[in-house]
């Protein structure tokens, strides 16, 4: 339909250069309805993913789409129909089918990892005010995404894909479908900009929205709260010094820091002078702005900021900035911050952390080293890999990917139902072993205690060995994997025992004076800092945490590496252990479950509560606590025989149900608790496995549902591969359980 066309009506100026008459260089993308999607191909480079449009037909026809690019797209796979499943196991084999024909060539697996709605706009802004052209499949694809995802009722966007209407989410996607070439005037536009102004502008907007936006030009610095690299500068012994805060948090920060210390702004241009005028509920010119600095809308304040942080931000503003903050002082936290920058752009090979942190590092070389720069260039070429096409457009991705995670749970998926040593599945998982030894870290990061990092010798990362960040529990998933294989009659030993030593020692280093075990590093503070919690849209964001998922997935790792090296630090690790297991029942809820931060959320966590317990034989029979986590699960389960827990339990701390009904992933979660605890009654555990199989395709696959991960409490993150690793798991975990049950 016309009125649904991106483009209208253009300024001459808009023609020649993203909206300005002045010479802004980067020309406004061109905008079609959709592109061409038999053109588009996944590159997988030793795992680093890049998608790219063929516009040229021979080079079309040379690199020929793959089922895994069609898959990912939503394109028809035109795969037969195989036989019906007879049993749980028959069930297993076919979903093995479906799920290895998108192994990639370097042996993992690929996936979207987005949800989260504040990825792309801070891509698609770096790459704006660097003035980096924007091609027009690209800018189609993300005009698509973010038509696809706005609010059915009011037009807006959240703060990820399932959540209500924000301003964070409606400010800066509004703000990027204007960057990209879409014209005020659209109607989706003038929907979302009603609604934005119904919720109060942008002026209403949190701390991480007046950021991009002032450095896009389109805010005034007075908006933004201070962020002083001073910080940087303090003693390590300080209680509030940013080496102790989470990873996530001090890598945002860093560059946060040095770009709000700058006042740096971008080249104005007539797009931005519109934004202005088009985000803004009043006069531009008239804004209170420091006025506004604490103004935000009560959709997004899900962690209001504490009265600590508030008399902190007054002294900061109105006595330290303007009357003591002395030059030298300044300069010399920002070449502290730039020195951290450049270590982690070093560290990293310019993929960094994650794409917060990317894309403000980029800016931040742009502004320190110019345009033409080798950091500039680096950053963008690693840009492209947090990119990723689907049906619906161009997203960002959470991290660069989801490699050695995915990877790992395939593989114990295949072992849980007993096919490891089945000759069908031998080049699978070969591939799979051969990419775990490619991406295992050899060694620590240059200037490690320099730049604050973790010991990372031996570890996993959760994408691939380029971003290098250790985590705990893709450290010990991808231990267990290969241990697995590397123990199964007719697999090599590709990684040697000194290698699976190093990851030990590694994994040995996560656990907190608590028992449990953190994600990234051990916390280096109480959760007092949360009062310096700045981000208002995300809760425990300021230090890092213990979790079930983390200290299970460690102890389960630790008591593998036992049963093959029992004497390798054998008194360390039962030491470990013992602790790690008196945390977890430390952190039962009265209801028998645990709560879950990674993923959706009782549900989750209680299933890898009760496999740290049969760790150590407490189960059903023997354990109370075994049995309250049991029992909690049996309580949730519905009618059909599966589970739904919506993303709000993770917001509110209390288990509430999903509006769509039963979910195969969360269904497939509570099965593996509950088979893992020794569940005495089949007849539960039948109907979930029921409602798996009878979900099945065809072609053995199942389809996507609701979304199934979470960080920071408030934030929902897709884990579409879940769906394929943990039903797989759950149907092999019962058929060898029960052998003769056949189900259907």
């Given at each position: 339909m016309a009125q649904e066309k991106a483009t209208s009506k253009r300024s001459a100026?808009?023609?020649?250069?993203?909206?300005?008459?002045?010479?802004?260089?980067a020309k406004r993308p061109r905008i079609e309805e959709r592109t061409d999607y038999s053109r588009w191909r996944m590159r997988d480079d030793e795992s680093r993913h890049t998608w790219h449009y063929l516009e040229d037909d021979n080079e079309a026809k040379q690199w020929t789409q793959t089922l895994a690019d069609k898959y990912f797209l939503g394109l028809p796979l035109d795969l037969p129909e195989l036989e019906k499943p007879k049993s749980p196991l028959d069930a297993v084999k076919n979903g093995l089918t479906f799920f290895e024909k998108l192994q990639m060539p370097s042996?993992?697996?690929?996936?979207?990892?987005?949800?989260?709605?504040?990825?792309?706009?801070?891509?698609?802004?770096?790459?704006?005010?660097?003035?980096?052209?924007?091609?027009?499949?690209?800018?189609?694809?993300?005009?698509?995404?973010?038509?696809?995802?706005?609010?059915?009722?009011?037009?807006g966007w959240g703060l990820h894909i399932e959540g209500e209407t924000s301003v964070l989410g409606t400010a800066l996607n509004y703000t990027v479908l204007r960057l990209v070439g879409v014209d005020a005037d659209h109607p989706k536009m003038i929907k979302a900009r009603a609604t934005l102004h119904k919720l109060g502008g942008v002026t209403h907007a949190p701390h991480w929205t007046k950021f991009w936006l002032s450095v896009l030009g389109v805010l005034d610095w007075d908006i933004v709260n201070p962020v002083p690299p001073e910080l940087w500068l303090l003693p390590d012994w300080v209680p509030i010094a940013p080496w102790r805060w989470w990873i996530h948090m001090r890598q945002v920060m860093l560059p946060m820091t040095y770009l709000w210390s700058k006042k740096w702004q971008a080249e104005e241009t007539d797009v931005i002078r519109s934004l202005r005028k088009e985000?803004?509920?009043?006069?531009?010119?008239?804004?209170?702005?420091?006025?506004?600095?604490?103004?935000?809308?009560?959709?997004?304040n899900y962690h209001p900021k504490t009265w600590l942080l508030n008399s902190i931000n007054w002294l900061l503003v109105n006595v330290w900035n303007p009357y003591i903050r002395p030059k030298f002082l300044v300069e010399k936290a920002e070449a502290w911050v730039s020195e951290l920058l450049d270590m982690e752009d070093r560290n990293t090979d310019y993929a960094d952390l994650a794409p917060v942190n990317a894309a403000?590092?980029?800016?931040?070389?742009?502004?320190?080293?110019?345009?033409?720069?080798?950091?500039?260039?680096r950053h963008l070429e690693r840009t492209e890999e947090f990119l990723w096409v689907k049906d619906e457009g161009l997203l960002c991705n959470g991290t660069n990917g989801v490699q050695c995670w995915d990877t790992a749970f395939a593989i114990q998926a295949v072992m849980d139902a007993g096919l490891t040593e089945d000759p069908r599945w031998r080049d699978m998982l070969m591939k799979a072993l051969k990419y775990l030894d490619s991406q295992q870290i050899r060694d620590n990061v240059k200037d490690q205690a320099k730049c604050y990092r973790q010991q990372r010798k031996g570890?996993?990362?959760?994408?691939?060995?380029?971003?290098?960040?250790?985590?705990?529990?893709?450290?010990?998933?991808?231990?267990?994997?290969?241990?697995?294989?590397?123990?199964?009659?007719?697999?090599?030993?590709?990684?040697?025992?000194?290698?699976?030593?190093?990851?030990i020692d590694t994994l040995l280093t996560y656990q907190s004076p608590s028992g449990g075990c953190a994600s990234y590093e051990p916390p280096r503070a109480g959760t007092w800092l949360e009062m310096l919690n700045a981000a208002e849209v995300f809760g425990n964001i300021m230090v890092e945490y213990d979790y079930p998922e983390c200290t299970t997935a460690v102890v389960t790792a630790l008591s593998l590496f036992s049963k093959h090296w029992p004497d390798y630090r054998a008194h360390e690790i039962k030491e470990f252990k013992a602790r790690s297991v008196k945390w977890i029942k430390t952190v039962q809820r009265p209801h028998g479950g645990w709560y879950g931060s990674w993923a959706i959320c009782f549900t989750y966590a209680t299933m890898f509560a009760l496999e740290s317990l049969s760790s150590i034989d407490e189960t059903y029979e023997n354990s109370s606590y075994s049995k309250r986590g049991c029992d909690f699960l049996i309580s949730?389960?519905?009618?059909?025989?599966?589970?739904?827990e919506s993303y709000k339990a993770c917001e509110t701390g209390e288990y509430i149900e999903h509006p769509t009904g039963s979910q195969v992933v969360m269904t497939a979660w509570a099965?593996?608790?509950?088979?893992?605890?020794?569940?005495?009654?089949?007849?539960?555990i039948k109907k979930g496995i029921k409602l798996i199989m009878d979900r099945q395709q065809?072609?053995?696959?199942?389809?996507?549902?609701?979304?199934?991960?979470?960080?920071?409490?408030?934030?929902?993150?897709?884990?579409?591969?879940y769906k394929f690793t943990f039903t797989i798991k759950a149907l092999g975990m019962f058929a060898k359980r029960y052998p003769n049950e056949t189900v259907v």
């Open positions: 100026g808009e023609a020649n250069g993203n909206g300005d008459a002045n010479g802004h260089t042996g993992h697996w690929a996936c979207e990892y987005g949800g989260p709605m504040f990825l792309l706009p801070g891509v698609v802004i770096a790459w704006y005010v660097t003035k980096t052209p924007i091609p027009w499949y690209k800018a189609t694809e993300i005009k698509n995404y973010l038509f696809a995802r706005a609010h059915p009722e009011d037009g985000l803004l509920c009043e006069d531009w010119a008239k804004v209170n702005w420091c006025g506004h600095r604490n103004t935000i809308s009560p959709r997004d403000m590092n980029l800016v931040c070389c742009y502004v320190r080293d110019g345009p033409g720069s080798y950091s500039v260039r570890a996993w990362a959760f994408s691939n060995k380029d971003q290098g960040y250790a985590v705990s529990d893709c450290v010990s998933e991808a231990l267990k994997s290969v241990i697995i294989l590397q123990k199964t009659p007719g697999f090599p030993t590709l990684i040697d025992d000194q290698r699976i030593y190093d990851a949730k389960q519905r009618e059909d025989g599966g589970w739904s099965l593996i608790g509950l088979m893992k605890a020794k569940y005495p009654h089949i007849e539960p065809p072609n053995g696959e199942w389809l996507q549902e609701a979304i199934e991960g979470v960080f920071n409490k408030s934030c929902m993150i897709s884990y579409p591969n």
